[in-house]
């Protein structure tokens, strides 16, 4: 078997770590290296156990997402689906993923089993945290089954959607960049990527998008004015769809070019992707520290600062 390699890439989650804070960013895509292996450090083994880590709030999109994931396989399937299918089925993974977590089953299969960083570092979940999270959970798969978006989707043939959660790649200048789509579908010559968010809207949504349009340009040949970006707000039942203008096409590809100077331009040798800690210094501004998932192997314990 050939021996995996910690390969450089471009990613919307890797770009925004390394502008969060630049420990972080060496932590999560560095020090983890081989954490899954017997053998490692302990250090990489914590690394690799944090990116996998989430808070209540990445849970509950996730579980969003996963739901709505298995709503649209099963119609793939043609089997049958309904909203109170749906919200069971979000009420078993949020009590299976609290009970996991609670539990540390994650020492044993960190990759597959939950680890809130709520319960990790010992901080006091009310119950009116919970209930809000179960509650904004439920209110954003209510919002998908009853929205202009669903039923768009139910009425288009199958034969012509093109992605249900999606990871993918395509190159800018011989660097692999990934991006994982929602859902895509093409009808009447016209591919349509959704982006479903269970948060509120962020600047940085379209641009998201519009790297998804960069996907499709190069994976599926489809030209950008045949593209329209739909992120669906789905707390607030919005779905904002809109062309891809040439224009964000340039910008968007001059961002990640840009990022990925950054990034290499931080590295001891860019050309086998090799990084030290010395080079990514902790960020000055400390507020964030409280809610990093690597607070741990950063500070030696639970952050306590100002």
Same mark, same amino acid.
């Given at each position: 078997?050939?021996?995996?390699?910690?390969?450089?890439?471009?990613?919307?989650? !890797?770009?925004?770590?390394?502008?969060?804070?630049?420990?972080?960013?060496?932590?999560?895509?560095?020090?983890?290296?081989?954490?899954?292996?017997?053998?490692?450090?302990?250090?990489?083994?914590?690394?690799?156990?944090?990116?996998?880590?989430?808070?209540?709030?990445?849970?509950?999109?996730?579980? *969003?997402?996963? *739901?709505?994931?298995?709503?649209?396989?099963?119609?793939?399937?043609?089997?049958?689906? %309904?909203?109170?299918?749906?919200?069971?089925?979000?009420?078993?993974?949020?009590?299976?993923?609290?009970?996991?977590?609670?539990?540390?089953?994650?020492?044993?299969?960190?990759?597959?089993?939950?680890?809130?960083?709520?319960?990790?570092?010992?901080?006091?979940?009310?119950?009116?945290? %919970?209930?809000?999270?179960?509650?904004?959970?439920?209110?954003?798969?209510?919002?998908?089954?009853?929205?202009?978006?669903?039923?768009?989707?139910?009425?288009?043939?199958?034969?012509?959607?093109?992605?249900?959660?999606?990871?993918?790649?395509?190159?800018?200048?011989?660097?692999?960049?990934?991006?994982?789509?929602?859902?895509?579908?093409?009808?009447?010559?016209?591919?349509?990527?959704?982006?479903?968010?269970?948060?509120?809207?962020?600047?940085?949504?379209?641009?998201?998008?519009?790297?998804?349009?960069?996907?499709?340009?190069?994976?599926?040949?489809?030209?950008?004015?045949?593209?329209?970006? *739909?992120?669906?707000?789905?707390?607030?039942?919005?779905? !904002?769809?809109?062309? *891809?203008?040439?224009?964000?096409?340039?910008?968007?590809?001059?961002?990640?070019?840009?990022?990925?100077?950054?990034?290499?331009?931080?590295?001891?040798?860019?050309?086998?992707?090799?990084?030290?800690?010395?080079?990514?210094?902790?960020? %000055?501004?400390?507020?964030?520290?409280?809610?990093?998932?690597?607070?741990?192997?950063?500070?030696?314990?639970?952050?306590?600062?100002?």
């Amino acid at each position: 078997m050939a021996e995996i390699t910690n390969e450089f890439a471009w990613s919307v989650s !890797r770009h925004r770590s390394f502008h969060e804070c630049l420990r972080l960013y060496y932590l999560a895509h560095y020090a983890f290296w081989g954490g899954w292996e017997w053998g490692a450090s302990e250090l990489a083994k914590k690394c690799y156990r944090f990116t996998k880590m989430k808070n209540l709030d990445m849970w509950a999109g996730e579980i *969003v997402h996963a *739901v709505i994931e298995w709503a649209l396989h099963r119609l793939w399937e043609r089997k049958p689906i %309904t909203g109170e299918a749906m919200r069971e089925h979000a009420i078993s993974r949020l009590r299976q993923g609290w009970k996991e977590s609670r539990e540390r089953q994650w020492e044993q299969d960190p990759k597959r089993r939950l680890n809130l960083f709520e319960h990790y570092y010992g901080i006091e979940v009310p119950p009116e945290r %919970t209930d809000a999270i179960k509650r904004r959970v439920l209110r954003c798969l209510e919002n998908f089954w009853t929205s202009e978006v669903f039923a768009f989707i139910r009425s288009v043939d199958r034969a012509a959607w093109k992605a249900i959660e999606k990871v993918g790649t395509f190159h800018l200048n011989d660097v692999r960049i990934w991006v994982k789509i929602d859902f895509a579908l093409a009808h009447r010559e016209t591919l349509y990527i959704y982006d479903w968010k269970s948060g509120q809207e962020d600047a940085d949504d379209l641009r998201q998008l519009v790297c998804y349009a960069l996907y499709a340009m190069e994976q599926w040949a489809v030209p950008h004015d045949r593209i329209r970006i *739909v992120p669906v707000y789905l707390q607030e039942g919005i779905a !904002r769809e809109q062309t *891809v203008r040439p224009e964000q096409v340039i910008e968007v590809k001059e961002e990640i070019l840009q990022s990925i100077a950054r990034m290499r331009a931080r590295l001891v040798d860019p050309a086998r992707n090799l990084a030290r800690p010395e080079d990514f210094p902790m960020t %000055t501004e400390t507020w964030r520290c409280r809610r990093c998932f690597f607070q741990e192997v950063c500070y030696g314990g639970r952050y306590e600062g100002a």
